[in-house]
């Protein structure tokens, strides 16, 4: 009889051991959770920011500029028929004279 006094005994214990660890981890589990919304409600939230350099930013600008110059469709039609009908020509002195131009313009040079 006394073995069965021991195994019931070590049953009991054994099951108010088990109900001590849940309520030891409920407790631990209900700290962090307070805890994590005491630290979530006094830091502030943070945010990405992006930042662009100057030469970005005029970048930008030009690009801007660009899309919203306005376009001689007529005249791009007229370019393109010339392009492919192959009586575009190309004056290619002056397009060096214009590209020595904006290269000083650029550069500051005198060309």
């Known amino acids: 009889m006394s073995i069965n ?3 019931n005994n ?5 099951t108010i051991d088990n109900q001590k660890l849940s309520q030891q981890q409920q ?3 209900d700290s962090a959770q307070q805890a994590g919304s005491q630290k979530a409600a006094t830091s502030p939230v943070r945010q990405d920011s992006v ?3 100057s ?4 970048l930008t600008q030009v690009q801007k500029k660009g899309t919203e110059a ?3 469709q007529d005249k791009v039609e007229r370019l393109k028929k010339a392009i492919q009908s192959g009586e575009y020509q190309i004056n290619a ?3 060096a004279k214009r590209i020595t131009a904006l290269e000083s313009e650029i550069f500051g040079t005198n060309g």
């Open 5 to 7: 006094n021991i195994n």
């Open 10 to 14: 070590g049953s009991v214990k054994t």
């Open 27 to 29: 407790a631990v589990s």
């Open 51 to 53: 930042s662009l350099t």
């Open 55 to 58: 030469s970005a930013q005029q």
């Open 70 to 72: 306005p376009v001689n």
């Open 93 to 95: 002195e002056s397009v």
